[in-house]
């Protein structure tokens, strides 16, 4: 167990349509990270968040977005849902301090299906 | 960009055998060089990483790999696997010298342990 919680493991929702995926970091930890991992484009760093700031930015699409709540819980809203965009969305934590140095940990993932 | 190379996609092997996975990445002069592990249905584990100093990093569990600058490759090796060492292989390497610390992963290799 990484410390690091996803809320929910699975979704399916249709296309069109709007979702919110949550994460929970590490306790202690103020960078969150998002990932997603599908067959097509395999793992691709979307976005990241430090202390509530918007910190680096990947492939995320413009109909994707995040934020980091001061109580350093993060949301990754997803609307105008494709077929495409279904994908193993994963959240990861680390301390924060470090760029790039850091330890990630892995939260187990949300399964995302659009039909 | 940086790109990832990850050459095979799949490496059956006998267990006790030794094996590699292979990962090449594009030139950098300034690199961060991850190895992440993938067991079914969960999130990924940090296996090993190379920041500076040695090129020769080591894992808890017997992983190695080593940083090799003029080939620009960061290959994993185990000189005896067990079958519980079956899993997907990530390589990943973020790009120290840009600034922007996004990761950046190959395509995977499933190691496949047979008894």
């Not at chain 2, 090129?55 to 994993?76: C, D, M, P, R, Y």
């Amino acid at each position: 167990d990484s410390g690091v919680t996803q809320t929910p493991k699975h979704l399916i929702t249709a296309t069109g349509q709007r979702v919110t995926l949550r994460c929970s970091p590490r306790s202690g930890d103020l960078s969150v990270y998002w990932y997603q991992q599908s067959l097509d484009q395999g793992l691709q760093f979307l976005i990241q968040y430090y202390n509530g700031e918007e910190r680096a930015k990947g492939n995320i699409l413009e109909r994707f977005s995040a934020q980091q709540f001061p109580d350093l819980h993060s949301e990754l809203n997803l609307s105008s849902l494709e077929l495409g965009d279904s994908a193993l969305y994963f959240c990861a934590s680390s301390v924060g301090g470090q760029r790039g140095q850091e330890t990630q940990y892995f939260g187990p993932g949300t399964r995302l299906l659009v039909l | 960009a940086q790109s990832v190379t990850q050459l095979d996609s799949q490496v059956p092997v006998f267990e006790e055998a030794p094996v590699e996975l292979r990962c090449n990445y594009s030139s950098s002069v300034s690199v961060y060089l991850f190895w992440y592990v993938q067991y079914p249905n969960q999130g990924l584990q940090l296996l090993l990483k190379y920041l500076s100093g040695s090129t020769l990093v080591e894992s808890i569990n017997g992983f190695e790999a080593e940083f090799n600058k003029s080939q620009t490759s960061f290959h994993l090796r185990k000189p005896s696997v067990h079958i519980s060492d079956t899993a997907e292989y990530f390589c990943a390497v973020i790009d120290a010298s840009g600034g922007s610390y996004i990761p950046t992963f190959g395509r995977g290799t499933s190691l496949i342990v047979h008894p």
